[in-house]
């Protein structure tokens, strides 16, 4: 039987910037993934945003990593020729009554080490944003968009160079104790059965990361929330410069119906938040155009409905339920040599670099 070091199941931004950051030529790592590539699932299902980490608790995983991440990330895109672009981001109170919750996620900021944000009042959002219509905003200048395509592709190069090996089309369907090791049974796309041993496993499946995790002794339940997007045509390029967000929901549970751009310049509104079966639906009801128009027109008053078309979903591995209070980030070796990482969703892609620094100094 075929015998490695570590396994890494899940080649999504997390599981292939983990591969990045502790691939050396002495070690033998599998990266496992069950599609037909690396980054198909929901790291390419996403806003692409690089977070400034204001929404999260202090003392968070997701508040410090999501900090830390913040800047790592610029610094590999930087270095490495990856498409990012810094914009910006105002977080908007359209109603008076909302200016407490800005004031409240400034300070959180604050707290979780950023100093760089600040209130702005309706004046100073006419003077940089003219088509944005608010009370105040908060503003954050270390927002930014990244092509996630580019970076996965960036680490899965960094971990091949270093001899890790990227085995696709690979479902794991059980996972044995031994003595000192796990034996992992993996389907290949015939079906067929592979098995192996590893000293290691890092558990960094996404959407099945519990069912993952259960299979070695674990006891989690992800619930699947989906986030449908909608697309933009008929406005002018440049109409808004910087990403436009909405004050969030009192539960956390998303940031609300929000305006990004991608590298191109095109305009995105979305994801809004909503509870789904287990299963990977990625349909988005042609109804939804008109949902979103009313709820972004009340801070974009330029937005027409003929403007706002259905697009695209992802679906975030939620720890926490329709009803739960805030759930971070698990990041933890549930077993000897057995690191799960579960519930890992926004700013899951921020963070990557972070995390993969945080998983690394638990095995070395």
Do not use: W
Not at 43 to 49: D, H, K, T
Not at 91 to 107: D, M, S, T, Y
Request: charged share 25%; with cysteine; glycine share 8%.
């Amino acid at each position: 039987m075929e015998k490695v070091d570590i396994t890494i199941i899940g080649a999504g931004v997390i599981g292939l910037a983990i591969a990045a950051e502790i691939a050396r030529p002495d070690l033998s790592i599998f990266i496992l993934e069950k599609n037909p590539s690396h980054g198909e699932g929901i790291s390419s299902r996403n806003s692409e945003v690089i977070h400034g980490g204001m929404y999260y608790p202090e003392g968070s995983l997701k508040a410090s990593l999501c900090v830390n991440g913040n800047k790592m990330l610029y610094d590999i895109a930087a270095k490495n020729n990856i498409p990012h672009k810094i914009t910006g981001k105002l977080i908007v109170a359209v109603k008076p009554e909302e200016i407490e919750e800005l004031e409240r996620l400034h300070a959180n900021g604050r707290k979780n080490g950023l100093t760089s944000t600040s209130i702005i009042s309706k004046k100073q959002i006419a003077k940089i944003e003219p088509n944005v219509q608010a009370e105040a905003a908060l503003y954050s200048p270390d927002t930014g968009i990244i092509s996630v395509h580019d970076l996965m592709n960036y680490y899965l190069t960094k971990a091949l160079n270093s001899k890790a090996q990227i085995v696709c089309h690979t479902k794991v369907v059980r996972i044995e104790k031994e003595p000192g090791r796990y034996r992992i049974f993996t389907h290949n796309a015939k079906s067929e059965i592979f098995e192996f041993s590893s000293a290691i496993v890092i558990n960094a499946a996404g959407l099945e990361s519990d069912t993952i995790a259960n299979m070695a002794g674990g006891n989690y339940h992800l619930h699947y929330c989906k986030g449908d997007y909608c697309s933009l045509s008929g406005v002018k390029p440049g109409v808004v410069q910087r990403l436009i967000y909405p004050v969030p929901a009192k539960n956390r549970v998303g940031l609300g119906v929000h305006l990004t751009l991608d590298l191109n310049g095109r305009f995105k509104l979305g994801p809004d938040t909503t509870y789904i079966d287990r299963k990977e639906d990625y349909k988005v009801a042609p109804e939804k155009a008109s949902d979103f128009y009313h709820s972004a027109r009340k801070f974009l008053p330029f937005l027409k409905e003929e403007n706002v078309h259905s697009d695209m979903s992802g679906i975030r591995p939620k720890l926490q339920g329709p009803n739960d209070d805030f759930r971070d980030f698990v990041i933890k070796e549930d077993a000897p040599g057995f690191i799960n990482l579960v519930g890992i969703e926004s700013p899951g892609l921020t963070a990557s670099p972070a995390i993969a620094l945080y998983v690394k100094a638990m095995l070395f």
